[in-house]
């Protein structure tokens, strides 16, 4: 599976759930079901950094080297996507 960016999206409490953040990615070769976290939202943190901690919790489900990569953010009509990005990449080195 190669997955390229996780989306994150806001969802507003309901009566019976918190606030919330939902981040999920697509496998980009097929049309399964994409992978998804769902996170309580942390009044704490601002909105930015909850995007980003939902997208973070989700790189170990997606990715196998998840200690390798980090996550470029970009904003959307609907929330946040965050591309996975590898920090060494073996044709830099050449």
Known sequence: MAYMAIET???GPTDYRGSRIKAWARDTFSDAK???VTVPYDYALDSDQNHSRAA???VPKVCSASG???LH???TERGYVFVIV?????????
């Open 68 to 70: 390798v990569v980090t």
């Open 9 to 11: 999206k806001f969802l």
């Open 56 to 58: 973070t919790e989700l």
């Open 34 to 36: 994409p992978v998804s």
């Open 86 to 94: 590898p920090l060494c990449t073996p044709w830099l080195l050449q």
């Open 73 to 75: 953010k970009g904003a």
